[in-house]
């Protein structure tokens, strides 16, 4: 059984103030997500993403199709008990203080006092929010506030967590640790789907993911399957290589860039019809000698650029519809 299950799920709105215009939001979004995996959620500004989140949430309704978490509809009660959500921009009364905030929230999911004390406690250390626990939430900076509310969408121990851009406001180290963390969620069996806009992320943590443009899915997978084959060219490191040598293949067109990084020492980028046989041999024959070949591939940033370069843009509905 799939954690989380999508079928033709759809969101129009009505936009305007004199004369409102179809607004296409989410357009027939299919999409299965298995448990105990890493899910990306991919897409630029205004793609869609957090209509879909909102949708799975029951914060709004769609306009027709249907999803399940756990092989239960969304909405259903005892499903949302084993779910965790973070929001995109989460928002927490500015007066309460982290660990207040967390034992209200644990006290929700019935938790006895003892247990709720030490749960918050242990959730504050692995968010990284140390002595800061007992101040006021509106003295927080933004990446503090972060992480409280990546520690709320897992207080629960939630079977499925749904993250909405987690890495917002957070810095190299707390990306970092988010990072972490939700390697650690993946190992304990946690279904982890999160959205975000910062491919570096995705590429790092995922098993799988989706990529949305203008509220329509244009690509999903595995990540090895969807950048296996795209090879843009090869890199040739040498050790040895005369600058008369390598002048002569430059001037062949058979080098994209030089970088040197040491005496004798070069990165060549060669292009994708070049014969990197015969350029070694040519090479090694000269007095350089090989470190590394080694093909350069298209990289989750350039599939996602080429992919949304290549979605229609029209996001509005048939007259009549």
């Known amino acids: 059984m799939d954690a989380i299950r999508t079928e033709a799920l759809t969101k129009h709105y009505r936009v305007g ?47 027709s199709g249907r999803a399940e978490i756990l092989g239960r509809p969304v909405g259903d009660v005892e499903g949302r008990r084993r779910i965790g959500y973070l929001p995109e921009n989460p928002y927490f009364y ?9 034992e209200y929230f644990a006290s929700l999911f019935g938790y006895a006092a003892a247990g709720r004390r030490r749960r918050v406690a242990a959730l504050l250390d692995e968010v990284g929010i140390g002595a800061e626990r007992r101040l006021q939430l509106r003295k927080f900076s933004k990446g503090m506030l972060q992480r409280v509310g990546i520690a709320q969408a897992i207080l629960n121990e939630p079977d499925v967590v749904f993250f909405d851009e987690p890495m917002s406001g957070l810095d190299p180290l707390g990306r970092r640790e988010i990072r972490q963390l939700i390697l650690r969620l993946r190992d304990r069996g946690c279904t982890v789907f999160f959205s975000s806009h910062v491919l570096s992320d995705a590429e790092a943590l995922c098993n799988r993911v989706a990529i ?41 067109g058979q080098v994209v860039r030089a970088t040197p990084f040491g005496a004798g020492h070069y990165a060549l980028e060669l292009p994708l019809s070049a014969a990197p046989d015969r350029i070694l041999s040519d090479l090694t024959s000269r007095g350089a000698r090989l470190l590394s070949l080694t093909p350069i591939r298209e990289t989750l940033e350039d599939y996602f650029v080429r992919q949304v370069a290549e979605a229609p843009h029209d996001r509005g509905l048939e007259t009549g519809t």
């Open 17 to 63: 103030f004199w004369r409102p215009r179809p607004y296409v939001a989410l357009d027939a979004l299919t999409l299965d997500v298995r448990r105990g995996e890493v899910f990306g959620f991919l897409g630029p500004n205004g793609a869609g993403k957090t209509t879909t989140l909102k949708l799975l949430m029951q914060l709004i309704y769609p306009t």
């Open 94 to 102: 500015d007066y309460l203080t982290a660990e207040e905030l967390l």
């Open 212 to 252: 949305l443009a203008v509220g329509r899915l244009v690509a999903s997978g595995q990540l090895s399957t969807l950048l296996a084959f795209q090879v843009q060219g090869w890199e040739l490191v040498m050790t040895g290589l005369s600058e008369t040598a390598l002048e002569q293949v430059t001037r062949l």
